[in-house]
């Protein structure tokens, strides 16, 4: 038999923290775009071929916008759900699911970090 170590780990503890290579744009809908950077040696090559931008843009929804402008480096995923409860009421439900999700999108495009409270990385 497998002996599984067991974790006391929650997502809802983690401390989400922006990347510095990303920029912001606030649009008049009120909404945020996010500016990331085509930086890699590969992507630098691909922009000198076929001329393409020195960076792409993300035109987040007023969720997504929410949740970028809460992301601190200081607040849990948490205390940011709670927050995107008291903002959007019903209308953010799935709550966790949905934040969750998103969170790891933005971790696995590398916009954000992400690190336990009692071991900030």
């Known amino acids: 038999m497998r002996n599984k170590s067991k ?10 923290k922006k990347s510095s290579k990303i920029s912001t744009k606030y649009k008049e809908e009120g909404t945020i775009q996010l500016i990331v950077p085509r930086d890699s040696i590969l992507e630098r090559a691909v ?11 993300i035109d987040l929804d007023e969720f997504g916008s929410f949740i970028w402008e809460n992301i601190d480096g200081e607040k849990t995923v948490y205390q940011i759900a709670e ?5 959007f009421g019903d209308r953010a439900e799935p709550l966790y699911d949905r934040l969750i999700k998103f969170m790891v999108i933005l971790e696995n495009n590398k916009f954000i970090s992400i690190s336990n409270k009692d071991r900030k990385s």
């Open 7 to 16: 974790t006391n780990e929650n997502y809802l503890d983690y401390i989400p």
């Open 47 to 57: 922009r000198k071929i076929f001329f393409t931008p020195d960076s792409y843009k």
């Open 83 to 87: 927050l995107l409860k008291n903002e």
